[in-house]
């Protein structure tokens, strides 16, 4: 028994230090630094203040860059949407030896590192670029479209990268449905738009949270996206939040800007963790 | 309606493929701008093989991804065993922070272990990359590994302890050669995790360590560079191999 005592207390050991030590502390460490005074010789100095969240919600270049990092990840996350619902639902609805291969079809662009993803996405978009050629060839247009350092840009290699997280926890949800009820609606006279608002939209509620909520909150941190893709503005909370750190050795102001970005989150997860309650309570 | 549906999922893949596709192809691209094709050349790939910097620095992200998905499936295995099998003061703290650790964006992980790393002292380099690889990797590997292990026959385990086998023997030949499978898995998921990351690792390395994505990104952001269409091409047939090879295995694991 003694034995077994002490097996079972090295594991607990390692594991409760290895997340106290990488997990907790550095975020505990991270709220510690938003609050503590620049210092250009040293990073920081140790004394107590706010100033970082004041200057980050008193100057409006601070608050236009969130409001435009929301825009941009909001977009992208109703692009993700509108285009992978579809996706899900079509994939769920096919035989199962098909639905593999698509998902993994879908998948192998997703393995592949998505800084390379991105940098190829420059060779699409680029002024002689293969989306130009093929228009200017099918004769479309007549001058090339600039839409490289655009926002389109950093938009469309956003939706390429995060498509995947759209359409997984959609289609977990849509291949779960019971689709009986879609039937029975259709056959009480329900049209396909009031089948689909009654009855599919609200019972896949869940996944569309899900998948909004995993494109949504890495896409406002994916600086090098915005920094490949996108003009010389800074176009993303996580372009913010880099400069700080790497640029301007401002830590406590890009540690304050994180700390508002986690709040964000948290507020998310928690309206997502109420509506999966109500969900549940409503199936009973 | 059929057809609508068949242009839909073509255009869903062909915007997924195309990008990748024109890499490819530019990798073997005698034009260096990839503007139009001039013939075939393996050119590129003997440019980035003379490239020392991003030789070492390819190197470098092969070490780590090794590294971290090892440990980080070592650990997951514990991990997941310990918060499986134990009841103990702290569990639920535990799961709380893996989860936080699995939701938040890399960007906030990323200046948090800079912060951890900076105020103990420990330089950006090979261990400051190694433990914060291990540690976003580790969420994964023990979800990856508890989820195998919820799938156990318990009777299993009890039969061992009625045969008077001790923890440790219970652990070492029973549990684990039952989860070699998911073990498999979860190196896969944390070796693609590793190396796929560029966020995480553009905050926590520094000059002496220099990794992949570090390199392409200071590489590319001034304009085309042929040999970096080169080792993507190579990256992307590598990051195919290991699927096909974790599917055999899944297939494997069905039979």
Sequence with gaps: ?284 | MNMLRLFYFAGIFFYLYLPISVLIVNAFNLNKYGMQWDGFTFKWFTAMFENHSLMAAARHSVVIAICAATLATMIGALAAIGLNRYRFFGRKVIQGTSMTLMMAPDIILAIAFLVLFISLGIGLGFWSLLFSHITFCLPFTIMTITGRLQDFDPNLLNAARDLGASEKNILARVILPMMRPALISSWLLAFTLSLDDVIISSFVTGPSYDVLPLKIFSMVKVGVKPEVNALAALLILLSLALVIVSQLMIGDRKK
């Design chain 1, 1 to 284: 028994m003694k034995i077994a005592d002490k097996t079972r207390f090295c594991i607990i050991l390692l594991i409760s230090g290895w997340f106290i030590l990488f997990g907790v502390t550095p975020l505990l460490l991270l709220v510690m630094t938003s609050f503590l005074t620049m210092d250009p010789a040293d990073l920081v100095k140790f004394s107590f203040t706010l100033n970082a969240y004041s200057q980050l919600f008193i100057e409006p270049g601070y608050i236009i860059i969130f409001i435009r990092s929301v825009k941009l990840a909001l977009t992208t996350t109703l692009l993700c949407l509108g285009l992978g619902y579809p996706f899900a639902w079509y994939t769920a609805r096919m035989p199962p030896k098909w639905r593999t291969s698509v998902l993994i079809l879908l998948m192998i662009p997703f393995w592949t590192n998505s800084l390379v993803r991105t940098y190829a996405m420059r060779m699409v978009l680029g002024t002689h670029g293969i989306l130009n050629k093929a228009l200017l060839s099918l004769g479309l247009i007549n001058t090339p479209l600039k839409i490289m350092y655009t926002d389109y840009a950093v938009m469309a290699g956003l939706f390429y990268l995060m498509l995947p997280f759209m359409v997984l926890p959609l289609y977990a949800t849509i291949e779960k449905l019971n689709f009986q009820l879609v039937e029975a609606a259709r056959d009480l006279g329900a049209g396909a738009v009031s089948a689909f608002t009654k009855i599919i939209f609200p019972l896949t509620l869940p996944g569309i949270m899900a998948g909004c909520i995993m494109v949504f909150v890495p896409t406002m941190g994916l600086f090098y996206v915005a920094s490949l893709l996108g003009g010389a503005r800074q176009l993303l909370v996580g372009n913010l939040i880099q400069q700080q750190f790497l640029n301007a050795r401002n830590w406590p102001l890009g540690s304050a800007t994180s700390i508002v970005l986690i709040i964000f989150m948290a507020v998310m997860l928690i309206g997502y963790g109420l509506l999966l309650h109500r969900f549940s309570r409503g199936e009973e």
